[in-house]
């Protein structure tokens, strides 16, 4: 119980800064907006995060709770190959929607000269649980291809979706997100459908 408190008040403060960052600006924000939005307390917030900046390195946290609703709402019977879609045309509208565009663009640029591992390629993540999850699913229903493995199919899908949000951020989000992904990517998995 305790771990799913602290889990919940870490969660809390993770999305309470994140909505503010989109409607703020992250420069505009400071740790007491994020602390009076959350509802928590300055203690909490330097229990977990030394510096707002560290606050910059949970977006994979933000998407992994987004995924997680989105499978709660998934019908089970639904076709494999359309639930990928699904999830990446929900997730690139939730994303065009609540996450700052210049914001997100200045982190995947970070992540490429960062030392450090990317948290968006930590193969422990929810996200990649998930896609494991719905590929073997698909793979056993005869619904994508059984000659790949499905790591291969999950780290081709994760990175279309990357692609997809790199050009949408050069081109400095000219165009909808969830729209072009609605579009783009079932030609970029066509390969894998059985």
């Known amino acids: ?62 998407l992994d709770d987004y995924y997680e609703e989105l499978e709660a709402k998934m019908d089970p019977k639904m076709n494999s190959f359309s639930k990928l879609l699904y999830l990446n045309y929900e997730m690139h509208t939730m994303m065009e929607e609540k996450i700052n565009m210049d914001l997100l663009a200045s982190l995947y640029s970070t992540q490429l000269v960062s030392e ?25 229903r005869g619904q994508i291809r059984k000659d790949v493995s499905v790591s291969e199919v999950t780290r081709y899908y994760a990175m279309c979706e990357r692609a997809l949000v790199s050009d949408w951020c050069l081109n400095k989000g000219g165009y909808s997100l969830g729209q072009y992904s609605r579009e783009c990517m079932p030609y970029m998995l066509e390969h894998f459908k059985a």
């Not at 591992?117 to 073997?136: A, F, G, K, P, T």
């Open 1 to 62: 119980m305790e771990k799913d408190t602290k889990k919940n008040v870490k969660s809390r403060i993770v999305s309470a800064a994140w909505q503010l960052f989109y409607e703020k600006g992250y420069n505009g924000t400071t740790v007491d907006d994020i602390i009076e939005l959350s509802g928590t307390s300055k203690g909490s917030f330097y229990y977990y995060f030394s510096t707002k900046d560290e606050l910059l390195n949970t977006l994979s946290m933000i």
């Open 116 to 140: 450090r591992q990317s948290h968006l390629l930590d193969r422990n993540r929810n996200y990649y649980r998930l896609l494991d999850q719905i590929v073997e699913e698909g793979q056993k």
